[in-house]
């Protein structure tokens, strides 16, 4: 079955720095777009950056561009996301999540906390 699962969240200082890793099973992780989300206490889920298949194109969130890179291996069944000059803004569970299409995530992970503080 597809599984997800994050790991890499902690508790950093203002300033610091965090990689997050999305190991993917269950399905050809080469096929599908993936994508971090993060849900801050008492608020909406929000999508943080993507990636296509392949890799070939990212997006990134306005309130992330310049600092958080998404990028992906398709040797390892992982999606990475490298977090740099983190705020405490940024404090949140991080999920990886994978587009089933239709605008639609279709699987995610169980998500892991950053604290930035």
């Known amino acids: 079955q597809v599984q997800l699962v994050e790991s890499g969240g902690g508790l950093v200082q203002p300033g610091g720095s965090l990689r997050l890793s999305c190991a993917a099973s269950g399905f050809t992780f080469s096929n599908y777009w993936m994508y971090w989300v993060r849900q801050a206490p008492g608020r909406e889920r929000k999508e943080v950056a993507q990636v296509t298949s392949g890799g070939g194109t990212s997006w990134h969130a306005d309130s992330v561009r310049g600092r958080f890179t998404i990028s992906r291996d398709d040797a390892k069944n992982t999606v990475y996301l490298q977090m740099n000059s983190l705020k405490s803004e940024d404090t949140a569970l991080y999920y990886c999540?994978?587009?089933?299409?239709?605008?639609?995530?279709?699987?995610w992970g169980q998500g892991t906390q950053v604290t930035v503080s």
């Open positions: 999540a994978r587009y089933g299409g239709s605008w639609s995530l279709d699987y």
